[in-house]
């Protein structure tokens, strides 16, 4: 059982920046992908970034695509999410995920460990 623990959320005015950790433990495999997503109130989760922790070339989500880089510490299996230029509409619970089966996917369903959530809240 893979378990995540997400940190590094909160409040933070338009235009700035935060980074996102996600710390992972368990049974990781080279073929298998860590991502992360989020999900605004009434929304559905969309995808934000995902890349093996073989350290392929990371895919990016539309949304954010240009403000954002996520990176690996494979060392400490530690999974970081750069967010720049944040907007008013980057206000969501950020999530980080990781796959069992070796299959990426911008699919939320498709992901079979998460974490609990943090929340960014952008303000004007």
């Known amino acids: 059982q893979v378990q995540l623990v997400e940190s590094g959320g909160g409040l933070v005015q338009s235009g700035g920046s935060l980074r996102l950790s996600c710390a992972a433990s368990g049974p990781i495999f080279s073929n298998s992908h860590v991502g992360w997503f989020r999900q605004a109130p009434g929304k559905e989760r969309e995808f934000v970034a995902g890349?093996?922790?073989?350290?392929?070339?990371?895919e990016y989500g539309v949304s954010l695509k240009g403000r954002v880089t996520m990176s690996l510490d494979n060392a400490k299996n530690i999974v970081y999410l750069q967010l720049n230029s944040l907007k008013l509409e980057d206000t969501a619970v950020y999530y980080c995920a990781a796959d069992r089966y070796g299959i990426f996917s911008r699919r939320s369903s498709d992901w079979n460990y998460w974490g609990q959530g943090t929340q960014v809240t952008v303000s004007s």
């Open positions: 890349v093996s922790w073989s350290g392929t070339f990371p």
